[in-house]
T-cell receptor
Framework: AQRVTQPEKLLSVFKGAPVELKCNYS??????LFWYVQYSRQRLQLLLR??SRESIKGFTADLNKGETSFHLKKPFAQEEDSAMYYC?????????FGTGTRLQVFP | ETGVTQTPRHLVMGMTNKKSLKCEQH?????MYWYKQSAKKPLELMFV???????ENNSVPSRFSPECPNSSHLFLHLHTLQPEDSALYLC????????????FGQGTRLTVV
């Protein structure tokens, strides 16, 4: 079955510390993966997708098919990065989301 | 407001009430979705509409009834809900159903008492 797992409900770091939000998936086929972010009082929005191989707001995510992972990383966290982060997997015409990880960045 | 707009933002209803959630998008998208976000659970896809035609119904109970009168509007009609239906209901749209960059509304927080 297709599934997205985000093992951490909460990740707390200090400003300037590196951040890694974990995402593992199970999918039979060639996966297409995304990270969505929801800042406080804002709507859920796309942060990045693996096919773009881009860095958004300093975040990157590399698809590792061997480990079936798509971890989100940022070398130096900022306070404004505090938000809920959702990993998502495309399954034909729909997105399957993980349970989300809340990132708290302390000053 | 541009983007995807949901009304109301908050709704409290009794188990015997009938209410409707509304979603409107001004992005020219052809696909619209209803998601349910419960505490401690992943976002659950409920319904998918493409060009006003329902293309997906994820085994959602019949007490939830979607309606898509045109490509800009999506409704979720609620009838005889249960307390466990209390959740955040999110609407999203995308240019096509195979384009999964979904644009989300801010959601309706539903409480069933």
């Amino acid at each position: 079955a297709q599934r997205v797992t985000q093992p951490e409900k909460l990740l707390s770091v200090f400003k300037g510390a590196p951040v890694e939000l974990k995402c593992n998936y199970s999918y039979s086929g060639s996966p297409e993966l995304f990270w969505y972010v929801q800042y406080s009082r804002q709507r859920l929005q796309l942060l990045l997708r693996h096919i773009s191989r881009e860095s958004i707001k300093g975040f990157t995510a590399d698809l590792n098919k061997g480990e079936t992972s798509f971890h989100l990383k940022k070398p130096f966290a900022q306070e404004e990065d505090s938000a809920m982060y959702y990993c998502a997997l495309r399954n034909t015409d729909k997105l399957i989301f993980g349970t989300g990880t809340r990132l708290q960045v302390f000053p | 407001e541009t983007g995807v707009t949901q009304t109301p933002r908050h709704l409290v209803m009794g188990m015997t009430n009938k209410k409707s959630l509304k979603c409107e998008q001004h992005l020219g998208h052809n696909a619209m979705y209803w998601y349910k976000q419960s505490a401690k659970k992943p976002l659950e896809l409920m319904f998918v509409y493409s060009l006003e035609e329902r293309v997906e119904n994820n085994s959602v109970p019949s007490r939830f009834s979607p309606e898509c009168p045109n490509s800009s509007h999506l409704f979720l009609h609620l009838h005889t809900l249960q307390p466990e239906d209390s959740a955040l209901y999110l609407c999203a749209s995308s240019p096509r159903t195979d384009n999964t960059e979904a644009f989300f509304g801010q959601g309706t927080r539903l409480t069933v008492v």
